[in-house]
């Protein structure tokens, strides 16, 4: 019952501010007016903040920004034991810096490293945290282009990606990022930079505090739903997560901007009703996720489970496992990887429901930006089908879906499956590779396959038995996170260019009407049906195969 209260007053709070937190972003997506702080940021990197661009000219900035943010990272990471503030820490070794500048510049936020012992303050502020900013308002920006595209007629622009990535970080994640931040130190997290301080433990003992701003630090990378944290047991850790009410509100953090987004699309393309089938969608989705992932860990089969009631083993024990559950699959709905328990310790079921929620593409919600647009591709994908089965030319929001359009929205789908089935194909054929597994059988290649599934789709948990730091999966998660962020990203901003530039097709009889229950429906299951076809046959030799054993 406290598992069932937990998330329905989840969505409860979502459902009262998804409507001034979606007005919010919509302000910072069609609003004329410059804040006097946007327009020094426009003076001082000399941006027209009146010039719109082509979606080709939009995707080379984003690209632009992109690599700059990787190099100067990179150099951060490997400058690291010449800074002020780098508590003793040297530079990051080569492949390991390579690694963790794409993790947080791609949104994943994977890290192979702990925390504490690895970086210092001013790298943990101003390269780590700086990137849970600007890379979350990215994804936001995109999923602006997107929606332009779908709202505007015989248009060659987009908007401006460097007007929507001040507006997004100063009128969006900033404010809301200090409240959070707030919120989380009264609930009992630290916000501190004193390093060097023994502090008591829960545990009776003392730990050497090596400190830094912790509160926001979690509320920033909440909030733009990014993994990693602090401290190596991330949101398990009583530091940055002591209370059920600070678990609490970190999930509502993660959600409230995904959820929110769909107002957007509904007030951009003139009709609510267009993002309330979306918001809809995804919440079907989710709440079948975490119903699932509970059902699991809470009734698993086994003596020891059923003798102390659920499955607690890598479960923290201040949550419980109703909590541990309910964390695990909104933070693997949604390109977070932020973890309170050992996903490594689930149940095979438990986990293997945990995997195909980023199977999805995350898209339910998914991240900040990338779930909208990662669904309303799915949408064009499903409208397509319907289009098929009834001999019509299938349209969306009043825009057709031709060969063009489906080949964008086609080739988004395909790049991430490709990327994490190759991927684990190469590290299981590796000796070296498989070394690296705590575990041998299907339990093995499903730490490999969880580790390539999240690095893909930029989500940035871990099973949690694999030993990622090594050259090896340094290089190559570093090559999944990269391609999997930004091939999927260019692609999108494509469709957004191509369906700008139609005029309006106005709805007919034969429309297929996409706010309505049969479409939502549709929509959910073309996306199971595309994803359980995609990677049935891996799961089948992972945690399928480990919980029928």
């Known amino acids: 019952?406290?598992?069932?209260?937990?998330?329905?007053?989840?969505?409860?709070?979502?459902?009262?501010?998804?409507?001034?937190?979606?007005?919010?972003?919509?302000?910072?997506?069609?609003?004329?007016?410059?804040?006097?702080?946007?327009?020094?940021?426009?003076?001082?990197?000399?941006?027209?903040a009146r010039a719109e661009q082509s979606w080709a000219t939009y995707a080379r900035s984003v690209l632009a920004f992109s690599a700059v943010s990787v190099l100067f990272l990179y150099a951060f990471l490997r400058l690291q034991g010449h800074l002020l503030l780098n508590l003793g820490f040297g530079g990051v070794e080569p492949s390991q810096a390579w690694n963790t500048a794409v993790s947080f510049v791609t949104n994943t936020n994977w890290q192979s490293y702990s925390g504490?012992?690895?970086?210092?303050?001013?790298?943990?502020?101003?390269?780590?945290?700086v990137q849970n900013f600007v890379s979350a308002a990215v994804g936001i920006a995109v999923a602006f282009a997107l929606v332009r595209g779908l709202a505007r007629a015989s248009s060659a622009t987009l908007g401006n990606f460097w007007v929507d990535l001040v507006r997004i970080s100063l009128r969006v994640l900033l404010p809301l990022a200090f409240v959070g931040a707030v919120v989380l130190i009264a609930c009992g997290a630290f916000q501190n930079l004193s390093g060097g301080t023994d502090v008591t433990t829960l545990a009776g003992g003392t730990q050497h505090l090596?400190?830094?701003?912790?509160?926001?630090?979690?509320?920033?990378?909440?909030?733009?739903?990014?993994?990693?944290?602090?401290?190596?047991?991330?949101?398990?850790?009583?530091?940055?997560n002591p209370?059920?009410?600070?678990?609490?509100?970190?999930?509502?953090?993660?959600?409230?901007?995904?959820?929110?987004?769909?107002?957007?699309?509904?007030?951009?393309?003139?009709?609510?009703?267009?993002?309330?089938?979306?918001?809809?969608?995804?919440?079907?989705?989710?709440?079948?996720?975490?119903?699932?992932?509970?059902?699991?860990?809470?009734?698993?089969?086994?003596?020891?489970?059923?003798?102390?009631?659920?499955?607690?083993?890598?479960?923290?024990?201040?949550?419980?496992?109703?909590?541990?559950?309910?964390?695990?699959?909104?933070?693997?709905?949604?390109?977070?990887?932020?973890?309170?328990?050992?996903?490594?310790?689930?149940?095979?079921?438990?986990?293997?429901?945990?995997?195909?929620?980023?199977?999805?593409?995350?898209v339910a919600p998914g991240g900040v930006g990338s779930g909208l647009y990662g669904l309303l591709v799915l949408a064009i994908i499903t409208v397509f089908v319907a289009g098929l089965m009834v001999?019509?030319?299938?349209?969306?929001?009043?825009?057709?879906?031709?060969?063009?359009?489906?080949?964008?929205?086609s080739l988004y789908f395909l790049v991430t499956p490709t990327l994490v089935l190759a991927g684990t194909a190469a590290a299981m054929a590796l000796p070296s590779a498989r070394e690296s597994m705590l575990n041998g059988g299907p339990h093995g290649l499903?730490?490999?396959?969880?580790?390539?599934?999240?690095?893909?789709?930029?989500?940035?948990?871990?099973?949690?038995?694999?030993?990622?730091?090594?050259?090896?999966?340094?290089?190559?998660?570093?090559?999944?996170?990269?391609?999997?962020?930004?091939?999927?990203?260019?692609l999108v901003l494509g469709l957004a260019g191509s369906l700008g530039a139609q005029g309006r097709a106005p709805a007919s009889a034969g429309t297929l009407p996409t706010h309505r229950g049969l479409f939502i429906g549709m929509l959910a299951a073309v996306t199971l049906v595309l994803v359980g076809l995609t990677y049935l046959p891996s799961l089948a030799l992972g945690p399928l195969a480990e919980a029928l054993r």
Not at 212 to 233: C, D, H, M, R, W
Not at 392 to 407: D, M, N
Not at 460 to 473: C, E
């Open 116 to 129: 504490e012992s690895t970086m210092g303050h001013l790298v943990q502020m101003a390269g780590l945290a």
């Open 391 to 409: 001999g019509r030319t299938p349209e969306y929001v009043g825009k057709k879906i031709g060969g063009r359009e489906i080949k964008f929205a």
């Open 446 to 490: 499903s730490e490999v396959l969880y580790a390539y599934t999240s690095a893909a789709n930029n989500n940035g948990s871990a099973f949690g038995g694999l030993s990622a730091n090594t050259t090896w999966y340094n290089t190559t998660l570093g090559l999944a996170m990269l391609l999997g962020r930004f091939l999927p990203l260019v």
């Open 1 to 48: 019952m406290s598992g069932v209260v937990f998330v329905a007053s989840l969505v409860l709070v979502l459902v009262l501010v998804h409507r001034p937190v979606g007005n919010l972003l919509h302000a910072a997506a069609t609003s004329e007016r410059d804040l006097t702080p946007e327009r020094v940021v426009y003076r001082l990197v000399g941006v027209d």
């Open 210 to 240: 090596t400190g830094g701003p912790v509160a926001s630090q979690e509320a920033i990378k909440e909030l733009g739903t990014n993994g990693g944290g602090f401290y190596n047991a991330n949101s398990a850790h009583p530091y940055e």
């Open 243 to 362: 209370t059920s009410l600070s678990n609490w509100f970190e999930l509502l953090l993660i959600l409230v901007i995904p959820f929110s987004i769909p107002r957007v699309f509904g007030l951009m393309v003139g009709d609510l009703r267009q993002g309330r089938a979306v918001a809809l969608t995804m919440g079907l989705l989710a709440i079948i996720s975490v119903a699932l992932t509970n059902a699991f860990l809470v009734h698993p089969s086994g003596t020891i489970p059923s003798a102390v009631g659920g499955a607690l083993e890598g479960t923290e024990a201040r949550f419980g496992v109703a909590q541990s559950a309910t964390f695990a699959a909104i933070t693997t709905l949604t390109s977070t990887g932020a973890v309170n328990s050992f996903h490594d310790s689930f149940p095979a079921a438990g986990g293997g429901v945990v995997m195909l929620n980023m199977m999805l593409g995350e």
